[in-house]
């Protein structure tokens, strides 16, 4: 059964949904005369551009798992933090190995102060619907045993949609010295 070119190239066009970047797909049917002698090839070229995403019409989303995230980690339950994070985390600790997994996650926690956060800056939230990458720069406090501690620091969060939520897919940050939190 021969498919015409009419919905060959229709076909086509709806296969968009299934392929975000940019293809271009020529199609080409052959028909040969009654005595085979000529061939007649007819040509579409369907070009589809992406589908277009902003990553800022996430970042309510992200704010408000940023505010999870900070109230459990202020809580010191590494448990309550285990649903942010997906399955394959990475988290990139100052002056830290790196921890994977969620069996990570807790080991990191059992290590963590005492901390508040007392600001958070996201400066830039970039990517695709399916990973975003956050960057920004904190304010944070907290205690160790009797030692005080406090500074800024910089972070990149990459979030992964998973099942229609997005998790923290790995996690990194760095000490900064006190004059670089104004120098945004």
């Known amino acids: 059964m021969k ?3 009419s919905t060959q190239f229709v076909l086509l066009c709806k296969m968009k949904i299934l392929f975000p ?7 080409s049917a052959s028909c040969a005369n009654e005595n085979q002698e000529k061939k007649k090839t007819d040509s579409i070229i369907c070009i589809v551009p ?3 995403f902003d990553p800022q019409s996430e970042k309510e989303t992200i704010r408000q798992l940023e505010n999870k995230y900070a109230k459990f980690l202020t809580s010191g339950n590494g448990d309550s933090l285990l649903d942010l994070y997906s399955d394959d985390i990475q988290i990139l ?25 007392e600001q958070r ?14 960057s920004g720069i904190e304010t944070l406090s907290g ?12 972070y990149l969060t990459i979030w992964k949609l998973v099942n229609g939520k997005y998790k923290i897919a790995v996690e990194m940050w760095n000490e900064l010295p006190p004059q670089a939190i104004n120098s945004k």
């Open 21 to 27: 970047l940019l293809f271009i797909t020529v199609v």
């Open 143 to 154: 205690k160790r045993g009797s030692q005080s501690f406090g500074g800024n620091r910089k």
């Open 50 to 52: 992406p589908p277009t």
């Open 121 to 134: 800056i996201m400066v830039s939230l970039n990517g695709t619907k399916d990973v975003l990458y956050e």
């Open 3 to 5: 498919i015409p070119l």
């Open 93 to 117: 600790a100052n002056q830290q190995t790196i921890f994977t997994g969620k069996q990570g996650v807790k080991t990191y926690c059992s290590y963590m102060p005492e901390i508040t956060f």
